[in-house]
Each structure stands twice: as C-alpha cells, then as structure tokens.
C-alpha cells in the first residue's frame, strides 16, 4: 500500500431496481461513500440482500448509477470497460467452449488474442493447478475447479480492477478453504498477476479476514457503510493464520457488526 | 516384512480396477442387451404376423404378410415405382422445412426478446398450436388449390408452430448470466451474438427442430392422402383402394423407413452441436 491513490471512488452512490411488475423503484444502495485504493484487496460483507451485487454489478458497468459519484481513475462508470472483469457468484462457465477457450473468451472479445495473450492464458491455467486441462469441458470439472477457470478468465484480459461475487459460495468448506489459500498464492505471486486492486464480496467472515487488505461492512439495504475495518495482518499469510487469537477476534468483530446490521434494519430505513 | 506390504499395496489396487472392469463390461452389455432384445422384438411381431397371415387366421388380402411385403418392397425398388413417390414427398416436406426453419426461427427469436410483441401473438400461436392443424385443410385447399402449394403450406403449418414455440422458449429464458459475462468484457453486439446467445440458443432450436420434423411429415404425408397427389400418402391410398395390400404395406415401411432416417439424422446433428447441454 505505498501507492495510496484512490482507484475507485464512491461518492453518495445510490443505485436501485425498477420492479418488473409495476415499475416503482426501490432502492439497494443508497449513500455509499468510500474509496478503494490501488493494489488492495476489499472485502464487502453484509446482510443478505443488502445490495453487495448490485453495488459490485454498478462497478462493472452492468448496472445504472441513479446518483453520486462512481469513478474508477477518476473517471464516471457508464458502461463496463476492459480495465474491469467479474467473476459471477454461479459458475458462468460457458457450457460449450472448452476450458482454454474460456478463458481467451475475453482477450477474444477484445479483440487483444495475440501470441501474448495466448502465453498468458497457458500461464494463467497451469497458475490456477489446471496445466494439461485446457482441452476439457466445464461439464467435466468440478465446482472448485470451475471457479479456477473462472479466476483465470477475468484474470487473462489483465484488468485493473477485479471483482468477485461471493465466488466461493457453492463450494463446500473444504474446498474453500483450499480456493482462499489458492487466491492469495495467486495474489501473492508475483508476475502478471501481483498487486491487482480487487472487490471481493462475501458472507464468510473468516475468509473476509483471511483475504483482505480492509473489510467494508454494508448496512442493511438499502446499503451504505457500516464500518470500514483494517486488516494488518502481514503477507504472505498463511493457513495458520486462520487459528491467531487476533484474527478471530477480528473475525467476531465483523461477524457482531454485520449481525446488528441484520438486526437494525428496521431502525435504518428513514436514515 | 516388504513383501506383505507390497502384498496388501497390490490387493488395494486391484479392488478398484475389479470393479472397473466389471461396471464397463457391464454397460456395454446393457446397451447391446436393448439392441438384441429391440430386434428380437421386431422379428417377433413379423413372425407372429407371418403365421396368423399364413395359418388363414387372418385373410392376407386384407392384412398382407412379411414376406408379401418384402416382397413387394423388392419389386418397387426394382422397377422403380418408388422412386417418383419418395422424391415427391421429401420434397414437399424439405421445401416445407426449409420455409419452416428460415421463418420460424428468427421470428421466434425476436418476439422472445420482445416481450409486448409476444404477448400480442401468444394467443395465436395458441390456437394454431391447440387446433388441429388438419380442420384448416379445407380452408388451405380452398386458398391455394390442389397442387404442390397446398401441400407445402401444410408442413409449414404443422412444423412451424412447434419450432416457433420452442425458439420463442429459448431466447426467452437465454440465461442472463452468460450474456453478463459478455457484457463485462465488453464484447460487441455481434460477437455476443454469435459466441454467446446462437450457443446458448441452439440446442433448444434442435430439439424444436426435432420436434418439426416430426410433425412435418405427419403434415406432408397428410396432405398427400387429401389431396391425391404423387406421393407417398397418396400411393397408399391407391394402392389399398386397388387391394394391393403387400404393395400398400411395402410403402408404409418405405415412410416408416424415412422418418426414422431423418430423426437419426437430427439426433446426429443435436450430438454434434449441443453436445454439452445434456450434461449440464
Ligand atoms: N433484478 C432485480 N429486480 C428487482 N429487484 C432486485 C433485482 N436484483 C436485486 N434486487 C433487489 O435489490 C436488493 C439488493 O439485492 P442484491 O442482489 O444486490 O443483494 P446482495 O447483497 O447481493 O444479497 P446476497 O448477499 O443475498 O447475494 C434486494 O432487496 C433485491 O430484492
Ligand atoms: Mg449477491
């Protein structure tokens, strides 16, 4: 974190759906305000429903902003960018390409498939333990495995800002586990892929711990901050972590925070 | 000491390749076990056939016989009866296909995105698709007379609706997710197209297609016993009305032939371009 310039900048953001059966409006996020700096990775928990996919959707360009500022290198998001990719909370493998040609899928689109980010992309399937795989089918991977291409896919086009919907969600415990470690040995690998800013949303106070530069804690919906934690905990870590007194009581921390998010949700409608 | 231990080592590993050896075998003869049992089935049916028809107990002027029939079929293949009959029929039902797939599948694909145009025709893809196409007949004969045209409307008729339905199904429920994906990495229009929602479509579209070509021939052989023209139909109708019962049946196995060639033939493509649907 030498480099403390804001990459992202949320200002009064307020962001909302239009219900399909009569139009009216009603809000997810409404007066979030933070900044995400270069090379951190930011973990967002919160009451489910609270808005954390509609937030990180708006980053990606997929959903209007209603008001506020959302400006990624000080410039206003309007639609979604090169400089961004997602990885969606299901697996969004496409079912008819094999594991390679997902994982070029967004070079290709971009039109950027050249010797480079053909070499890239090897680089990118033996990173995520799948070398020698290229040639499957999603069909034939399992959950943990599909999330690894999934990585690897909004990893090859080299985005400045990486965003990850509950990506872990449907794995079992285990393998989750596993993923987290994976994550953070990619993150602190080194190479191409070192030092990337990343919005990583998520329910599992422990992996928000393991995982992150700083916590922002969403309010119940429609969302805004709650508390923005740090996380000093020195890099590389490593599982054991996960045992220190101090990261649990952070972990708690978090954890009592988002549950009296839960809880006040009545009182926070009219604030 | 090292010799028990290699011992158990190579008792373990022989558990699970037993097994292996045992299911794969077993699959396979599964699948043979349904082929032989298939064909066992139908020879049966011919040979039970053969011996009421032979024993009298059921007149072979009226029901035929395998052999008649075999018979029969040998000589139309011979002297070339058939062959006029067939082209006729496949193509009324290829033009009608045609018409069916090139109209069909964009027009469904719109109005599955359109959700106000839907609703505007859904009740009338509903009434084409719950009445019984063959009341319009009258109607169609009245419109586009006797020949050719008619039986051609009538394979579009009957085959376009049920791929106008399923394409509208596809597009309408393209799952969101995969288009997302191509919108975050800011993929054109046309390559979202092409890559993202045609794949997705597709097997959907095949399986409608599937669906047509069914319906299709029903349509085109339909149309043929009405309007008493040269096809296949129409050779049976003139071939029961002249009590030429092993001819009549040669041609019903002749259709029957056909239509299982072109399902195999839809099956083939669906394997070749949607294989992955199935398992996911
Ligand atoms: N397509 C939509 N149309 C209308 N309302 C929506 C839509 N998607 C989400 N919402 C509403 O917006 C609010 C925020 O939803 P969002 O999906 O952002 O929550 P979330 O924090 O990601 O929840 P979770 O943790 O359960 O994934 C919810 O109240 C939800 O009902
Ligand atoms: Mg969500």
Redesign the pocket.
Known sequence: MNDSSALLEVRDLKLG????RNGKL?L?VSGLDFDIRKNELIVAV??????????LKAVAGLHPVLSGELKLDGKQITGPGVDRSMVF?DSSLFPWLTVMENIVYGLKAQKRYDAAGKARAEWLLDLVGLAGRGKAHPSELSGGMAQRVNLARALATDPELILL??PFAALDAQTREVMQEELLRIWQSGGATAGKTAIF?T?DVYEAVFLADRVVV?SA?P?HVAEIVDVTFDRPRSPELKRSPEFLRQADEILSLVMSQSWAKERMVTA | MTATVQLSHQKKSAAPTDMYEKLRPKSKRLRNRSLILGVTGIVLGLLIWQILASSGVVSSTFSSSPIGTAGALWTMLTNGTLWAPVAATLASFGIGMAISIVFAIPIGLILGRAPVLRELVDPWINILNSVPYVVFLPLIIFWFGIDETSRIVLVVWSAAVPLLMSTIGAARNLDRNYMNVATVFSASRGYTLRTVAFPAILPYILSGIRLAVGRGLVGAIVAELFLGAVGLGSLVQVQTSNFEMDEAMATVTVIAIIAILINQLVGLVERRFAYWADSS
């Open positions: 759906h239009h219900s399909k009603s997810a919160g009451p489910s429903g609270c808005g954390k996919t509609t937030f909370q919907d509950e949303i329910h969403f919906g969302a």
